[in-house]
Each structure stands twice: as C-alpha cells, then as structure tokens.
C-alpha cells in the first residue's frame, strides 16, 4: 500500500474517533493509553523518515492530530459523565481504534521499506547493476535502467569452393544503448533504444506501456510489430549472431503505432494486437492504410518462455511455449524493387501511387529442459499485385516477381534450431536449419537493394559459444547458404560459405 494512502486512511480513522458519539463511553485511561502508544510509534517514526519529506510531513500531521483528539477526549468525557445510556457503544470505539493500529503498522512497513534508501548519499535514491545500471528514487516511484551492448565481430567469406577468400575484416555489428524504467509508478513504463553503428545514430525503440492491469496495457510510440518470435528477441538474448536469411527476409520491423497487450489465465495466455504505420522505423505513414498485426501466445507446459534462444537457466520442469501472428498490409509501391526500377507506379491511372495486399502469417514452438533448447518457426506470405504486373511499362518486375496470372505471389519459409548447454550456463552448442522463397518485395519499410541469386535459399549453421552471467560473451559460428532456382538450372555459385567470431559485451 502507498504510504500517502494509509496516512489518509489513518486521519479517518482518527476523525472517525474524535467525531464518533461512541468515543463518549469509552474510559478515559483506555482510550488515551492507546492514542499514548501511537504518539510515541509516530514519534520513532518522525526520526526514520526525516529523510523523505513527505513521509515525515505526513507523520506531523497525524501527530497533531493525536494531540487534537486528545484534548477533544477529555472535554467530551468530562460532558459524558451523566449519560451512562452511551457505554453499551464502548466494543464500536474499540474496533475503530484496531483498524487505527492496522494502519499504523501499514505505514510503519512503508517507512521501514524506505529507511535504507533514504540513507544513501544519493538524494534518497538507490543504485543497483540489474541487467543494465538501475537507478531508483528513494520512494521507488521513479526507475530508470541503462543497458545495451557491443558486439565486435571478425567474418570471413568464401565460395563454394574454399579457392579464395571473398571478403574478410573486422565489423561492429551492434552498438545498442537504450533506457527503461518507470515513471510515477509500475503502471506507467518506458523504454527507448538507440543504435550507435554507422554514420547516424537512429532510435530503434520509443514507447512507453500504460498498464491498466494485467490483463490490458496499452502500448505507444515505436515498437517491434509483433509477428515473428525470432525477431521479438533483442540480438543479445539469441544464440545466434544473425536471423537465417529465409528469417529476415520474411519478417517485419519496427513501426511506429499503438498495441494493445497482455496476460490471461494466470499468464497462460500472451496477447499483443493493434495498428501501425507500416511504413517501418521512424518513417511516416506512406499511405493512408494501416498495418494490422495480432499476436498470440500460449503455455503449454511449464513456465513461459520469453523470446530469444539457448536454455542459459538450465530450466528444470519441461518447458513449451507456442505462438502464431497475423498481418495485413497494403504496401504502398516503391521506385524500385531488388535493382529494377518501377516504370508504373499508378497504373489505374487515380492519382494515387498503387498497393500491392499483404497478408502474412507465423506460428512457432519453443521448447526447453535441462539445457536443450528446441524451436522451430514456420512464415507465409501472400502478395497480391492486381494488374500493377499486368501492364507492359511493368514487365522486367512482373519477370522478376513471377506471380500467377491474377497477380498472385505466396511465399513459405521454415527455421528449426537447436541447442545444448554441454557446461550448464556456460558452454553452448548449436545448429540451425533454414529453407524458404525469398521475396523481392520489402515489407514495414524494408526494401531489397539486390536481387538475391535464386529464388530459394537451404542455409544450415553450426554454432559454439561462452556464456557468462546469463549472456554470450564470445563464440564461433559457420554458415553454409545455398541459392536455390524454383526451375531450371541453379546459379553459378550458388553456395557460399561464412565463417563468424564475435564477442558481446554487456552493460
């Protein structure tokens, strides 16, 4: 309870006291007595919460108040000598002065739970390392985290046939410092997120979560659309370094909009719905339409499983979680698409730059035991083009793109992984599977810059990794990615070798 509640519930409970025709019969020696002890408890806790203004402002004023009624007592007593009639009401005054001592000892445990932040030579506040840098005012009100991450990484690239090395260098991957808290209290949270690589520094997360309860907290700002499980988990919680390419080339960003999000059946079932730009991360709306996502997620067994990869718990109860998204988007047509430039933009001729409908949907399982961390993920993509490919001026994109004769383009990709903590919480194997269509057309404001060699893309990922507390600090990580045609001939050098050592430092 928040102590200004119980000091309000306290100074009824004394009014109720001093205004009560009750308080008439009750002996005089009875009821100062009580108010005697509470005077000397306020007294202690005057001297504890000298450091937190309101709290001592609030023990002064229950303190005068004490002494208003002591002296309103013993005038009323003296005038209650002649009506004997009102002693009958005596058990009615006394079950006024216990809840009076409830609520003392209610704000004598708030008190007590800020006496050792309030001592810190921080201006009452507090600091702790709790996956980040968290600082915490005195009250426990405001909370504010630092966290984020480097991860510097050497990569080498090779053929198919390991005659020669492609490229090879030293890159930072990521560079992510972000902020999280609270603001006033736990139902009001923010986060933020920057990136630090690169010639710009943009804000890949900025929202803030208004929580009704736990079932309902409404989500606004830029956020993660919630579609596939493998992109919900921040880079630094996968065992991975990277999502397969059949992964990104399915998936969505960040948007900017509002969600709607929580827990039911005692948090056996995870919901996430609402509407975004669609036009990705920190971009304005592109068209006047919305994307449309929804996610849902349930317990199977044990406890849930939050998004990212490798069983760094060592969970001990047999755990699995299962999910499935859906969104609709009208994607508004680019310029140019994978290299080729797009001739028509208006082929109806309105005005109006042209959408092309599409309708993506995602289920996942997740699972862990004793170290084995099990998931596998599974996308479809259904795009439709209406008569944009129709028309000639369009021709090398409809050659490209290859949709049906009404215009219609479905896309399928599967993932399944892997792991195992051979040394629990510090030595991870891993491997991983991908296989799926890659799409020319991005999505949530992505765009493909080159067209990828083949339509198909078979990529299969070996994997070892140190962990320590909680997180991989530094690891080992190979990729084979096959380019595969969906008829004729596959390309020329179609197979394509990666070879990754990166390092992660956390803040």
Do not use: C
């Amino acid at each position: 309870m928040h102590f200004s509640k119980l000091a309000t519930s306290l100074v009824l409970a004394l009014g109720l006291v001093a205004t009560s025709s009750d308080a008439l019969a009750q002996p005089k020696g009875g009821v100062q007595a009580e108010l005697t002890a509470i005077k000397e408890e306020l007294t202690t806790l005057r001297e504890v919460a000298a450091a937190a203004p309101t709290m001592a402002q609030a023990v002064q004023e229950l303190s005068s108040r004490v002494a208003r009624i002591e002296m309103e007592i013993d005038a009323k007593m003296r005038a209650a000598k002649s009506m004997p009639e009102t002693i009958e009401s005596i058990d009615v005054l006394k079950d006024q002065v216990e809840t009076l001592q409830t609520d003392l000892e209610y704000l004598r445990t708030a008190i007590a739970n800020v006496e050792q932040p309030a001592a810190v030579p921080t201006g009452g506040g507090a600091a702790e390392h709790d996956d980040g840098m968290k600082l915490t005012t005195g009250d426990g009100r405001y909370e504010m985290t630092i966290w984020g991450y480097l991860q510097p990484r050497y990569q080498v690239d090779l053929p198919e046939d390991f005659s020669s090395v492609d490229s090879a260098g030293f890159q930072l991957r990521r560079a992510r410092v972000g902020l999280r808290g609270q603001l006033g209290s736990e139902r009001l949270r923010y986060q933020s997120l920057v990136e630090l690589t690169g010639s710009a520094a943009p804000l890949l997360d900025y929202f803030m979560d208004m929580r009704y309860r736990e079932e309902l907290t409404v989500r606004v700002g830029q956020s993660r659309l919630p579609y596939t499980r493998s992109f919900l988990a921040e880079p630094n919680q996968r065992a991975f370094f990277e999502l397969s390419t059949t992964q990104d080339a399915q998936r969505y960003d960040r948007d900017l909009g509002v969600w709607a999000l929580g827990n039911v059946l005692d948090g056996k079932l995870r919901y996430q719905a609402g509407v975004a730009n669609g036009a990705g991360p920190n971009t304005r709306n592109t068209n006047i339409d919305m994307a449309v996502s929804a996610r849902l997620e349930g317990v199977i067994l044990g406890d849930y499983i939050a998004p990212g990869t490798g069983d760094v718990d060592d969970s001990d109860e047999l755990r699995l979680t299962v999910g499935g998204a859906f969104v609709h988007d009208l994607v508004q047509m680019p310029s140019e698409i994978a290299g080729i430039e797009v001739e028509n933009r208006d082929v109806d001729g309105d005005g109006v730059v042209d959408n092309v409908r599409s309708v993506s949907s995602a289920i996942d399982a997740q699972l862990r035991y004793k170290g084995w961390d099990l998931a596998i993920e599974g996308t479809w993509r259904h795009e439709r083009w209406g008569a944009i490919l129709q028309h000639d001026d369009n021709a090398n994109l409809a050659t490209a793109v290859d949709a049906s004769s009404a215009g219609i383009r479905n896309y399928l990709g599967v993932t399944a992984e892997a792991s195992y903590f051979v040394l629990p919480k510090r030595l991870l194997v891993g491997t991983r599977v991908s296989h799926g269509r890659l799409p020319l057309l991005g999505l949530g404001g992505r765009s493909v810059v080159d067209p990828p060699p083949a339509q198909r893309a078979l990529q299969i990922d070996g994997l070892v990794q140190l962990y320590r507390d909680g997180y991989r600090r530094v690891g080992f990580m190979y990729s084979m990615i096959n380019f595969n045609a969906k008829d004729g001939a596959d390309p020329a050098d179609d197979i394509r070798h990666h070879f990754l050592l990166e390092a992660q430092l956390v803040l």
